[in-house]
Structures are given as structure tokens and as C-alpha cells.
T-cell receptor
Framework: EPEVTQTPSHQVTQMGQEVILRCVPI?????FYWYRQILGQKVEFLVSFYNNEISEKSEIFDDQFSVERPDGSNFTLKIRSTKLEDSAMYFC????????????FGPGTRLTVL | GQQLNQSPQSMFIQEGEDVSMNCTSSSIFNTWLWYKQDPGEGPVLLIA?????ELTSNGRLTAQFGITRKDSFLNISASIPSDVGIYFC?????????????FGQGTTLQVKP
């Protein structure tokens, strides 16, 4: 069964460093998302992406964040200058045309900012 | 921001028992979804609901989209040890065409064999 994959599974970085989190959505999906989950808390929406554009972003998704679909398969989230409070699990999700709300999540990247 | 209130926060039950959890909001939703998350994993989609009053089953799981469109519940019948995990409701607000999902706080389920 097709699934969303994410790399790396765990990223440790120093405060102020840039990180890029990578995702490969399900191949026939057209809608892509990033969510984050701080340890022990609920999942929070960051950004949605369709047709090479951001559709919606939350207040968490400030100027330090950016997303890109550099080729036909990858979808990336970049944090330019990480802060301690960026430590969280970051989940990529994707959904297909006609079933946009049925979002399938990847296994996540655990980001630890020291 | 918009809130989904999910209850109970946690449950500790005996294997074989039925379980019920629910989500409520003051806002109207056009989609309700239920996810299960195991430790260190991503949420796994269990059931999606699209119409008020809709009742949908997936094996031992049954979920309903509330008539008012402001609530949903999930039932698990005859629980087994592998049902252990965190269950999240999620929804998309009425008139929101962006795909953004709002998540509840989760219900942690523990099952005693």
C-alpha cells in the first residue's frame, strides 16, 4: 500500500542553524501539508500546498519557514534559523483530488533544537 | 483559534470492553476524521465522515458525524490490546477550502489484557 515517507527520522541541530525536512508524498496525490506536534500535545497545522503554491498557512508558519516541491516527488520544509521552541515532531501529509480531506500522514521527523 | 474539545482525555479499560470517545466544537465542520497514533509514529486515518448524521464503520470501529455538524463520536467494540494508542479527532471547518485540519487534544486508550 502506498505511503508517505519522511527523512530524516530524527534531526538534531543547534539553535540558529537551518534545517530541511524532506517528504515523499503518495505518488498520485496533489495536495500536500506540513503539521507539527510538540511532545505530548495535539497535532497543529502549519501549511497546505497545491499546484506549486501555498494554499493556507498558520500563524506558526512565519518568515523562518518555507516549503518547496523541487521535483515531481519531493516536498520539503525548511526552517531558516531554528529556535528552541521549534523542537517537535514534524509530519508531512498528502491527499488526492476529490478526497482532499482524507490526509495520509508520514511517520514524522523528530526535530531537536539544542 | 478554532478548538475541538475531545473527551475523555484518557481511558483505561479491560480487554473486551466497548469504548466511546467524542469531539465537540462551537463551530460547524464539513468533514470529521478519526486518526490513531502509536508512540513515535504518524497519525493513521481510521474513518472519514462527510455528511451530517453519517454513520460509518471500519471493522470494530464506528464513527458518526453529529446532526448539528459540531460534533462526532468514535466507538470501539470488543477492545483488544492492539487498540492501545492515542485517538485524535480532526475536522475541516465549513467554508474552508484549504484542506487545513484542526485536531482535538487526543484520547489515550490503554487496554488491560
Amino acid at each position: 500500500e502506498p505511503e508517505v515517507t519522511q527523512t530524516p527520522s530524527h534531526q538534531v541541530t543547534q539553535m540558529g542553524q537551518e534545517v530541511i525536512l524532506r517528504c515523499v508524498p503518495i505518488s498520485n496525490h496533489l495536495y500536500f501539508y506540513w503539521y507539527r506536534q510538540i511532545l505530548g500535545q495535539k497535532v497543529e497545522f502549519l501549511v497546505s500546498f497545491y499546484n506549486n503554491e501555498i494554499s493556507e498557512k498558520s500563524e506558526i508558519f512565519d518568515d523562518q519557514f518555507s516549503v518547496e516541491r523541487p521535483d515531481g516527488s519531493n516536498f520539503t520544509l525548511k526552517i531558516r534559523s531554528t529556535k528552541l521552541e521549534d523542537s517537535a515532531m514534524y509530519f508531512c501529509a498528502s491527499s488526492e483530488m476529490g478526497r482532499r480531506n482524507e490526509q495520509f500522514f508520514g511517520p514524522g521527523t523528530r526535530l531537536t533544537v539544542l | 483559534g478554532q478548538q475541538l474539545n475531545q473527551s475523555p482525555q484518557s481511558m483505561f479499560i479491560q480487554e473486551g470492553e466497548d469504548v466511546s470517545m467524542n469531539c465537540t466544537s462551537s463551530s460547524i465542520f464539513n468533514t470529521w476524521l478519526w486518526y490513531k497514533q502509536d508512540p513515535g509514529e504518524g497519525p493513521v486515518l481510521l474513518i472519514a465522515l462527510y455528511k451530517a448524521g453519517e454513520l460509518t464503520s471500519n471493522g470494530r470501529l464506528t464513527a458518526q458525524f453529529g446532526i448539528t455538524r459540531k460534533d462526532s463520536f468514535l466507538n470501539i467494540s470488543a477492545s483488544i490490546p492492539s487498540d492501545v494508542g492515542i485517538y485524535f479527532c480532526a475536522g475541516q471547518l465549513e467554508y474552508d477550502g484549504t484542506g487545513k485540519l484542526i485536531f482535538g487534544q487526543g484520547t489515550t486508550l490503554q487496554v488491560k489484557p
